[in-house]
């Protein structure tokens, strides 16, 4: 069983940048770990997958260039940073995980997410 714990939310002015973090817990070992989020009154989106050895899926082009996804699997954990942040950013950002490791499997665990809010 795998836990996902996401932290790193909060308010920030358009511009501005944030780091999300998601901490695993469990059985840890090959899984890819993606980011998806949901917009008030949108359904939820993927956003980055990165798989266990460090190969990343983008799901939504317009994060390129802005969006960026790590992990450090020595702390068993996941990042998001976001740089450049617009209005449109504004979700709840949840981690999932796939066991098979690939990004564009069906996610198996997820997060209780995380809120980021893009406002002046």
């Known amino acids: 069983q795998l836990q996902l714990v996401e932290s790193g939310g909060g308010l920030v002015q358009p511009g501005g940048s944030l780091r999300l973090s998601c901490a695993a817990s469990?059985?840890?070992?090959?899984?890819?770990i993606a980011w998806f989020r949901q917009a008030p009154g949108k359904e939820r989106e993927g956003v980055l997958c990165?798989?266990?050895?460090?190969?990343?899926?983008t799901y939504i082009e317009a994060v390129k260039g802005r969006i960026t996804i790590s992990r450090d699997n020595t702390k068993n954990s996941v990042y998001l940073q976001m740089n450049n942040l617009k209005p449109e950013d504004t979700a709840v950002y949840y981690c999932?995980?796939?066991?098979?490791?690939?990004?564009?499997?069906?996610?198996?665990?997820w997060g209780k997410g995380t809120l980021v809010t893009v406002s002046s």
């Open positions: 999932a995980a796939t066991s098979s490791n690939v990004c564009r499997s069906a996610m198996n665990y």
């Open positions: 469990g059985f840890t070992v090959n899984y890819a």
């Open positions: 990165i798989s266990y050895g460090g190969r990343i899926t």
